[in-house]
């Protein structure tokens, strides 16, 4: 019987890397809050909400005052009435799920994005995510840098690149009986990546499937041939980083 293919889906905050469990450490302490957590790509209508005046200064904090989508942090100077300047922080709490559809106040819906990006959102009745130029929104949404198992070879020529991701190691979950990506301050795990056209994309997942089952991918930090850089990672039906 002949499989249905299936594809990773997509999504414009699963190409965003997430932030480093050291990161998380910070935010807590600093506002006292057990359970702080990345966004969600999927955003959040089932978690616990928490009052905007606490939950916005931490996920700024967390995202470090800086667009996750185009890594713009800047500050505007304001006219005043005062004898003091003001500035204004050019960033914005952003609800990947609106609260009028039920988008909860909590870290998993909430993403810091910059003004232009977040003007992007109120288009077509607020979606939740940037629906303008989508494809100009993220570098790689047209060239793509893949991480792949070393040794296998795709039907297609694709340009060769070396790269490590920063901070993580893969060990072996007993529990679990799996591998998985664990964050090692310091460590750098060296990567088998290629890059490629995204027109092409599907056609090297048709390849990879037939000998590793893909079920999704995240998107992580990297540096690429010497620059820093983005990459994604696959994730097999086991749970596993396809590396």
């Known amino acids: 019987m002949n499989r249905v293919k299936r594809y990773p889906s997509e999504s414009i905050f699963k190409n965003i ?3 480093s469990p050291g990161t998380v450490r910070i935010v807590s302490d600093r506002f006292k809050i057990a359970k702080v957590s990345d966004f969600d790509p999927d955003g959040d209508r089932t978690g616990k909400s928490i009052t905007w005046a606490t939950i916005s200064g931490a996920v700024l904090l967390r995202d470090n005052y800086t667009c996750r989508i185009c890594e713009k942090s800047s500050f505007t100077s304001v006219g005043s009435a005062t004898e003091f300047e003001q500035v204004h922080l050019d960033v914005q709490v952003h609800h990947i799920i609106p609260r009028k559809d039920g988008g909860r106040d909590n870290f998993k819906n909430l993403i810091t994005l910059c ?3 977040h003007h992007k959102t109120f288009r077509g009745g607020y979606g ?3 629906v303008e130029k989508q494809l100009n929104l993220f570098s790689f949404e047209q060239d793509l840098v893949l991480c792949l198992p070393r040794g296998f070879v795709p039907s297609q020529d694709h340009l060769k690149v ?3 991701i920063q901070d993580y190691s893969i060990v072996h979950n007993q ?3 799996r591998w998985e990506l664990a964050y090692l301050q310091g460590s750098k795990l060296s990567v088998n990546a290629i890059s490629i056209k995204k027109s ?3 056609n090297l997942l048709d390849d990879l499937q037939l000998v590793k089952e893909i079920s999704d ?3 992580m930090h990297a540096s690429i041939n010497g620059k820093k850089g983005k990459i994604r990672v696959f994730i097999t039906e086991r749970g596993e980083p396809v590396l």
Do not use: Q
Request: glycine share 14%; net charge negative; proline share 10%.
């Open 200 to 202: 092409v994309y599907h």
């Open 162 to 164: 070396s790269g490590y």
């Open 115 to 117: 003004e232009s990006c």
């Open 17 to 19: 890397p997430g932030i």
């Open 128 to 130: 939740g995510i940037p």
């Open 175 to 177: 529990l679990r009986d």
């Open 217 to 219: 991918y995240v998107t």
